[in-house]
């Protein structure tokens, strides 16, 4: 099966803007999408598709791809943003029903 | 409004069977895959494998098959996940989540152990 890989952990101040990113070959056939999870909860789906946000997601969350690689961008990190970030996507090394995840990013709000 | 409400929390024996209900509702179930994700303590999310509510079918990661068997009752718009021959490390919060991961239940923790 495919493997989507996400840097562990990443920081940005208060009111900046943050680039978090997942790799991986299945991205260069599937759109990721992106899950924001704050602890003892369930994880929530924030960006799908080319750059869609679902009904009530900020629209400081964006998304963007380029070859291998997705991007969740947030502009203007607000304190309540500071949560673990996975992406997911079609895994296209098998029947391309199956789905992959990342491995998770913990942003930090400083 | 779309609901996932999933069953409480399991305390099961090394060897046992766990088996996890999802109750869909706000939403026609038959309309929408049901996938089911598990994530151990402090760990990321793991893709278990998927069913359609309207023909039955599955799919289960390679790490799952022999163990893991989804099923579901249409008449009460409700999905099952079973996980057989359980060890420690199945101890996991177990998620289900609708159609393409836009709505998730609030997860079931299972604990295996002797």
């Known amino acids: 099966s495919s493997e989507l890989t996400q840097d562990p952990a990443v920081s940005v101040a208060l009111g900046q803007t943050v680039r978090i990113t997942c790799q991986g070959d299945s991205l260069r056939s599937y759109y990721a999408s992106w899950y924001q999870q704050k602890p003892g909860q369930a994880p929530v789906l924030v960006i799908y ?18 070859g291998n690689t997705a991007s969740l961008t947030i502009t203007g990190a607000q304190a309540e943003d500071e949560a673990d970030y996975y992406c997911n996507s079609r895994d296209s090394s098998g029947n391309h029903l199956d789905w992959v995840f990342g491995g998770g990013t913990k942003l930090t709000v400083l | 409004q779309v609901q996932l ?27 929408y895959d049901i996938n089911w994700v598990r994530q151990a303590t402090g760990q990321g999310l793991e893709w278990m494998g998927w069913m359609n509510p309207n023909s039955g079918n599955t799919g289960y990661a390679q790490k799952f098959q022999g163990r893991v068997t989804m099923t579901r009752n249409t008449s009460i718009s409700t999905a099952y996940m079973e996980l057989s021959s359980l060890r420690s490390e199945d101890t996991a919060v177990y998620y289900c989540a609708s159609g393409e991961f836009d709505y998730w239940g609030q997860g079931t923790l299972v604990t295996v152990s002797s």
């Open chain 2, 5 to 31: 409400v999933q069953s409480g929390a399991e305390v099961k024996k090394p060897g046992a069977s766990v088996k996890v209900s999802c109750k869909a509702s706000g939403y026609t179930f038959t309309s």
């Open chain 1, 49 to 66: 598709g080319k750059n869609n946000r679902p009904s009530g997601i900020p629209d400081r969350f964006s998304g963007s791809s380029s």
